[in-house]
């Protein structure tokens, strides 16, 4: 009979060798950390690559993603500095202009003048409160996109729930360097 030390250790070397959760449950890596292969940049910031994590530091603009999706679930981790505009723009039609008056951006911006549309908020369609701080660590943002129903949890707290929104149905992925120090690492999409 197993004693449970040995059942662990089993469990443990069995997933050692099991492929990896984005390879089994159909998530597919936007950005590996090592190139930026399948962005485009758009405006000026001054990207650099290094250690696994994309950041701007200076500049205005965004990268955008070469393929175009309806349904998904997306997550990202991001840093950003104190007085950061950040986020992520989905269902973006035009790639050359992603924004939220044509598509969706999840924001990360924790000193909006609006603060009700800041850090985890969806930008002109659902309000977040209480709203959470980003600034100065490394976050979690988990976006869910189906049908008309546009889902957002920041560092696991849910911020907006199945808000209805049928502005754009489908459309490029951006992430948004508007100011401040903004890293993303980690970018995973999983089509739905």
């Known amino acids: 009979m197993l004693n449970r030390r040995t059942f662990i250790v089993s469990g443990l070397a069995g997933l050692a060798g099991a492929p990896s959760l ?17 962005w485009t940049k758009i405006g000026d910031p001054n990207i650099t ?20 999706y309806g349904d998904f679930e997306l997550r990202a981790e991001i840093y ?3 007085d950061a505009n950040s986020g992520i723009f989905v269902r973006c039609p035009d790639k050359d202009k992603p924004n939220s008056k044509t598509g969706y951006e999840f924001n990360v911006y924790d000193k909006r003048p609006e603060p009700a549309y ?24 988990e976006i869910t996109c189906k049908g008309d129903e546009l889902s957002f949890k920041f560092n696991g707290q849910t911020t907006a729930d199945r ?6 149905a489908r459309g490029y992925i951006a992430l ?16 739905l």
């Open 22 to 38: 984005a390879q089994t449950a159909g998530w597919t890596a936007l950005f590996d950390g090592k190139s930026l292969d399948g």
């Open 49 to 68: 690559l290094a250690d696994g994590i994309v950041q701007a530091d200076k500049g205005n603009g965004d990268l955008v993603w070469k393929d175009q």
């Open 80 to 82: 950003v500095s104190e």
């Open 118 to 141: 800041g850090t985890g908020a969806i930008v002109d369609v659902a309000k977040v409160d209480p709203m959470p701080k980003a600034g100065g660590k490394w976050n979690v943002m």
């Open 163 to 168: 808000v209805k929104n049928s502005k754009s």
């Open 176 to 191: 948004q360097f508007g100011g401040g120090l903004v890293r993303f690492r980690k970018v995973e999409i999983r089509a």
